[in-house]
């Protein structure tokens, strides 16, 4: 049972996975965690969307909570990022808007995944 959202939630994965790869060979010195947390969530946020495909329910709240993690987490590290650029710290212009890409599609990930999720009934509702 393919759905869009599914689809969706595995390109997400992929993308997380391609910025955490950019944002290491940008500095591969400093920046060895956008490796492997680009590869741990992308890789997460696949299994998510894989399990969406084949209709296990809970996987819809899972991916939800941890895009909803992820979310929060770039918010404040792009935030922390294009400050230290306004600051003086050229360097960190890749890491800001890398990380400010992974915020946004974060953002809308996330959004599509609470309007699946308030949309669908849960385990005890009756439809109408």
């Given at each position: 049972?393919?759905?869009?959202?599914?689809?969706?939630?595995?390109?997400?994965?992929?993308?997380?996975?391609?910025?955490?790869?950019?944002?290491?060979?940008?500095?591969?010195?400093?920046?060895?965690?956008?490796?492997?947390?680009?590869?741990?969530f992308g890789a997460l946020s696949m299994l998510w969307g894989?399990?969406?495909?084949?209709?296990?329910?809970?996987?819809?709240?899972?991916?939800?909570?941890?895009?909803?993690?992820?979310?929060?987490?770039?918010?404040?590290?792009?935030?922390?990022?294009?400050?230290?650029?306004?600051?003086?710290?050229?360097?960190?212009?890749?890491?800001?808007?890398?990380?400010?890409?992974?915020?946004?599609?974060?953002?809308?990930?996330?959004?599509?995944?609470?309007?699946?999720?308030?949309?669908?009934?849960?385990?005890?509702?009756?439809?109408?």
């Amino acid at each position: 049972m393919k759905t869009k959202l599914s689809q969706w939630m595995i390109a997400y994965g992929l993308f997380l996975i391609a910025m955490g790869a950019a944002g290491y060979l940008s500095n591969p010195e400093k920046a060895a965690t956008a490796l492997m947390s680009g590869g741990t969530f992308g890789a997460l946020s696949m299994l998510w969307g894989w399990l969406m495909s084949r209709g296990i329910g809970w996987s819809r709240w899972a991916a939800l909570a941890t895009t909803t993690l992820l979310l929060v987490v770039f918010a404040w590290r792009a935030s922390v990022s294009w400050m230290a650029f306004a600051g003086g710290a050229s360097e960190k212009l890749t890491a800001a808007i890398l990380i400010t890409l992974m915020g946004t599609a974060s953002l809308a990930m996330a959004a599509a995944l609470l309007r699946n999720v308030l949309r669908r009934p849960t385990l005890g509702q009756v439809l109408p």
